[in-house]
């Protein structure tokens, strides 16, 4: 039921913001791997395995989806929140989440989506939370330069 509200576009191809990396590698002066299209459908089926995540995914999905206001100021603070939230839970847990809310900032400015307010967010947030996701940054293969060994 959940998946319902995933569209076919969305859930069987990558979004277009999906490789953000080069444009991230050049922006904060890191490598950045591309996501593959196995990769992101994978990711798409683990979130949606975990049927808490899975709900809220789809709630925050379809709010975006069908956000549109008359006045841009009041849809753009709406749609940054529900993109904000979408793109950290997407992204896993902490410091990831962080990093994919923060993402979603820098793909947010670099797309632009024909539709509703909500849409260019949507795609954004998808973008920002799977790359972030996914493999590809070299730092989470490395052990935290914060971690102490237990007593």
């Not at 841009?72 to 709406?78: A, L």
């Not at 809310?101 to 954004?124: K, P, R, S």
């Amino acid at each position: 039921m959940i998946l319902g509200v995933w569209n076919s576009r969305r859930r069987s191809s990558k979004p277009s913001g999906i490789g953000l990396g080069g444009g991230l590698a050049d922006a904060f002066s890191t490598e950045v791997t591309s996501v593959e299209t196995a990769d992101y459908e994978a990711a798409v089926d683990a979130v949606f395995a975990d049927g808490d995540l899975a709900v809220n995914v789809a709630a925050l999905t379809r709010l975006l989806r069908d956000l549109d206001v008359a006045a841009d100021y009041p849809g753009f603070v709406v749609d940054e929140f529900l993109g904000r939230e979408l793109a950290g839970c997407l992204a896993g847990d902490q410091p990831l989440r962080l990093l994919g809310e923060a993402t979603f900032h820098y793909a947010d400015v670099t797309t632009h989506t024909e539709g509703t307010a909500g849409a260019d967010d949507l795609d954004a947030a998808l973008a920002a939370g799977f790359q972030t996701r996914l493999p590809g940054w070299p730092w989470t293969a490395q052990p935290s330069p914060f971690g102490v060994e237990p007593r």
